[in-house]
């Protein structure tokens, strides 16, 4: 198991600070002790209201989250939620820092950031490692086919015996790998994803549904159709994500969350960027899991 070295940034409100990070999506080195991480990293809120800082990960998400050049700030659905819960506690600084998928749960255990500024699906097996905020919204992923669906996919029912691509870290591996006859395709972008599939070396794919539509609105894909309604598919709880054991920041957060809830800024953050009515959801834990362990609420 090696560790690959990979060129971060991590983006503080008002400037841009350069950062390299060993990250690795199966393995992240903690910079201290077991002991002494787990001492230090339970006590997150009367070190950030302190401080008045936190450091978050970050993932090139559209329109969950993202980068934009041209203001030079990050925006998105759950950075707004996120900076909007920050500030309700008064901490008034925040970096951002760049990390594929795979790695955003191992770095948040290991400590090298606060809270996930990116919003992760619910599920029993995530649930082992890390703590869960209040639903934040609710929604499903796409599927994807060659154009014209000449493989007649249709759904779940179909992947036996084809190559489905999904997202290193995601959900996708659970939900592919439930289905008999199925092969699960690994990539850690989209981009290698749609490149894989416009050339014949996978069958179908997975895809946040949100960032699907974002990323072919802005660049086309000629040779893929997006299908949002497919036999199978299951809509999961998202939900901030922060360490076990974390308690005080846990219910700061979640506090935070009640009071969006209450005076109609949630809802307002993802009505803003299209999501749909049924996305708002206020139950405040999972009233369900799917046969795949996605929680849902219903």
Not at 18 to 37: D, G, K, R, Y
Not at 189 to 200: E, I, Q, V
Request: glycine share 10%; with cysteine.
């Amino acid at each position: 198991m090696g560790l690959s070295l990979i060129k971060s940034s991590a983006f503080r409100r008002g400037s841009i600070v350069s950062t390299v990070l060993l990250i690795s999506a199966s393995l992240i080195i903690p910079l201290s002790s077991p002991a002494s991480a787990a001492e230090s990293c339970t006590d997150t809120l009367t070190k950030a209201q302190a401080a008045s800082y936190v450091r978050m990960s970050s993932y090139q998400q559209p329109p969950h989250g993202w980068f934009d050049i041209n203001s030079g700030k990050y925006q998105g659905i759950d950075v707004e939620v996120i900076e909007e819960v920050l500030k309700g506690l008064n901490i008034k600084d925040w970096d951002y820092v760049t990390a594929d998928w795979g790695a955003m749960i191992p770095g948040l255990t290991a400590c090298r950031w606060d809270i996930m500024s990116i919003g992760m699906t619910y599920t029993k097996l995530r649930s082992e490692k890390v703590q869960f905020s209040l639903p934040v919204y609710q929604y499903g992923v796409a599927m994807l086919v060659a154009k014209g669906n000449p493989k007649k996919i249709k759904g779940k029912a179909d992947w036996k015996g084809k190559k489905v691509g999904g997202i290193i870290g995601s959900t996708d591996d659970q939900v592919i790998g439930g289905v008999k006859g199925a092969t699960y395709v690994p990539f850690t972008k989209y981009s290698d994803l749609y490149r894989a599939l416009s050339t014949g070396r996978i069958d179908a794919g997975m895809v946040d549904e949100l960032q699907g539509a974002y990323d072919f609105k802005l660049q086309p894909q000629p040779k893929i159709t997006l299908v949002k309604n497919w036999t199978g598919k299951a809509v999961g709880i998202s939900s901030i994500v922060m360490r076990l054991g974390d308690t005080a920041w846990i219910t700061a957060v979640n506090e935070q969350l009640k009071i969006m809830r209450a005076n109609g800024k949630l809802k307002a953050i993802l009505l803003k960027y299209g999501m749909p009515e049924s996305a708002y959801i206020t139950c405040d834990a999972p009233t369900s899991f799917t046969a795949d362990g996605i929680a849902q609420c219903l």
